[in-house]
């Protein structure tokens, strides 16, 4: 199975959020007869649309998407999840003439996809969970992510203090094994299952946060805030793993009364700079990405030739997908 799959072209396209994956994506996906499958954890989730800025439907009629809309907010899913099936959807489109195209944000997700990527044996440890859940919920999320800090520094700088399940999972890792989750990764083959061109759009510092900072506003003016007081009229509470996302929890407390609306949006603004930050820590890490500057919004067409270039050189897409 393993050598039929690295027979398989696959195309990746990463970068921080707000660097412009989306509109740059359609382009390609039309120019290499591709199918765009989501590499980020959060648009998996029906009905978190504009918070998790998904293409729209207009967007997804024009190119087809994969893993998009595949779970409510209140049902599991995992990384092995996504590993499982993005590599269905790859056998899937390669098998219909089309070239598998990931597209997305989350570093994790898109390595376990594409590399011989194994999880941990550890089990759970259910009163540990139970012990460790009670500290976030008496002591607050950041005495949690203080633990964590402290037993793995280097899983503690890529994962948020509000991301309590995955907090818990590395301390219940740490527990079990003697061994940080951070180790546990850095030691995964990176043995690649497929034969992957993996493009990473960067993009000036201070002109990123601008963009993410107006994608904010942007999202406040679609209606980010009725999207989620209509996620919390369904039941949907903030201690979901799901309405841990940027955008959500902050919303929530807003509409809580916990914060106000201003407080709300400057903490958006600023866990996702953050968040951008650690993005693009985790893809300097990543072996074989091709680099490609995209400041200059107005020099795009000269972009996309670099992109192409770049994908024509795939051994896997020569005159195969044009």
Excluded at 134 to 161: I, S
Aim: proline fraction near 3%; charged fraction near 30%.
């Amino acid at each position: 199975m393993t050598d039929l799959r690295q027979n398989i072209p696959v195309l990746v396209l990463i970068g921080p959020t707000a660097v412009g994956k989306t509109a740059i994506s359609l382009e390609i996906a039309e120019r290499w007869n591709a199918e765009i499958i989501s590499g980020d954890s959060m648009q998996v989730y029906r009905g978190m649309d504009i918070g998790t800025a998904k293409a729209t439907p207009e967007e997804r009629a024009r190119i087809r998407h994969h893993l998009i809309d595949i779970r409510d907010p209140d049902e599991p899913y995992s990384v092995s999840d996504f590993q499982k099936m993005a590599r269905e959807a790859i056998a899937d489109i390669h098998s219909r003439g089309k070239l598998p195209f990931i597209v997305g944000g989350t570093g994790l997700y898109i390595e376990a996809a594409c590399y011989d990527f194994r999880f941990t044996s550890a089990g759970v440890d259910h009163r540990l969970r139970e012990e460790l859940r009670r500290v976030a919920e008496t002591e607050g999320p950041e005495a949690l992510f203080a633990r964590l800090r402290q037993a793995d520094p280097e899983t503690a700088e890529r994962l948020h203090p509000n991301d309590v399940k995955r907090v818990i999972r590395a301390l219940e890792i740490h527990a079990a094994t003697g061994i940080p989750l951070s180790r546990h990764l850095a030691g995964q083959s990176r043995r690649p299952l497929y034969d992957l061109c993996i493009i990473c759009l960067t993009m000036d510092r201070q002109k990123l946060y601008k963009r993410i900072e107006q994608r904010v506003d942007q999202m406040l003016e679609q209606g980010l805030v009725d999207e989620v007081r209509a996620l919390l009229a369904r039941g949907y509470t903030r201690d979901m793993v799901s309405m841990q996302g940027l955008g959500y929890k902050e919303i929530a407390e807003y509409l809580e009364g916990l914060c106000t609306l201003e407080e709300a949006v400057e903490r958006i603004k600023r866990d996702t700079r953050r968040f951008a930050k650690r993005q693009l820590s985790w893809f300097r890490h990543m072996r074989g990405v091709h680099w490609v500057d995209v400041t200059d919004e107005e020099r795009m067409a000269s972009h996309l030739r670099e992109i192409h270039a770049i994908i024509a050189g795939m051994s896997g897409t020569r005159g195969e997908y044009v």
